[in-house]
């Protein structure tokens, strides 16, 4: 079974819009943590923004916020007022166990932002 | 700063060639690793190395050879590739794998070196 799933393959927003981006995991380890990461067609990934399995608020990082829903094990990506600049592929990643263990990524969601 | 640089950004190799990619971070960080990404797909890990050792390797092929000269550095030796090595080689960072902060788990990347294999 797939550890970290994202349903979405493309998304399409226009400027200014918010946009959620969908991410489901699955792990049994009570200790762990879900990323976002942006990757421009350039190809450097870019974090985003951290949510840890003890954290008791939903992360928030500027226009990026973290909906955390433990219960349902999903981590979706909010963006508000998109930018032109945000078209980029965007994985969602987990980390099981103690720091420093790999990053287990999605498939990813590719987002194009319009005028 | 969270800056990681790689170098080269591009390299174009052959098969019989020896070519290493450089990667460097001066944020303090003693944990590094190396990610290589096909296209479309998402990053998979090769290498973490942890205070300058090497702590996983997910059996990749010793035709890849890891190096962690100092706390700063982390090189990725390359010898008698294939064409299917070719790919987006990322190195990332974080602070510590000791440390269990919220901080540790923060991986940054580098902007990574396109190899291709001829």
């Known amino acids: 079974a797939q550890k970290i799933t994202q349903t979405q393959p493309g998304m399409f927003v226009q400027e200014k819009e918010a946009v959620t981006l969908d991410c489901t995991y699955d792990t049994s380890d009570p200790s762990y943590g879900l990323f976002w990461y942006k990757q421009p067609s350039s190809g450097e990934m870019i974090f985003l923004i951290y949510?840890?399995?003890?954290?008791?608020q939903n992360a928030t990082e500027g226009r990026y916020s973290l909906n955390f829903q433990k219960a349902r094990k999903s981590a979706n990506l909010v963006i508000s007022a998109s930018q032109l600049g945000d078209s980029a592929m965007y994985f969602c990643?987990?980390?099981?166990?103690?720091?420093?263990?790999?990053?287990?990524f999605g498939k990813g969601t590719t987002l194009s932002v319009s005028s | 700063d969270t800056e990681v640089t790689q170098t080269p950004k591009h390299l174009v190799m052959g098969m019989t060639n020896k070519k290493s990619l450089k990667c460097e971070q001066h944020?303090?960080?003693?944990?590094m690793y190396w990610y290589k990404q096909k296209a479309k797909k998402p990053p998979e890990l090769m290498f973490v190395?942890?205070?300058?050792?090497?702590?996983i390797n997910e059996s990749v092929p010793s035709r890849f050879s890891p190096e962690c000269p100092n706390s700063s550095l982390l090189n990725l030796h390359l010898h008698a590739l294939q064409p299917e090595d070719s790919a987006l080689y990322l190195c990332?960072?974080?602070?510590?794998?000791?440390?269990?902060?919220?901080?540790?788990?923060?991986?940054?990347f580098g902007p990574g070196t396109r190899l291709t294999v001829t």
């Open positions: 944020m303090g960080h003693r944990a």
């Open positions: 990643a987990m980390r099981e166990g103690q720091a420093g263990t790999a990053l287990i």
């Open positions: 990332a960072s974080s602070q510590s794998l000791a440390l269990e902060t919220r901080k540790a788990y923060e991986q940054y």
């Open positions: 190395y942890s205070y300058e050792k090497l702590s």
């Open positions: 949510q840890g399995s003890y954290d008791q």
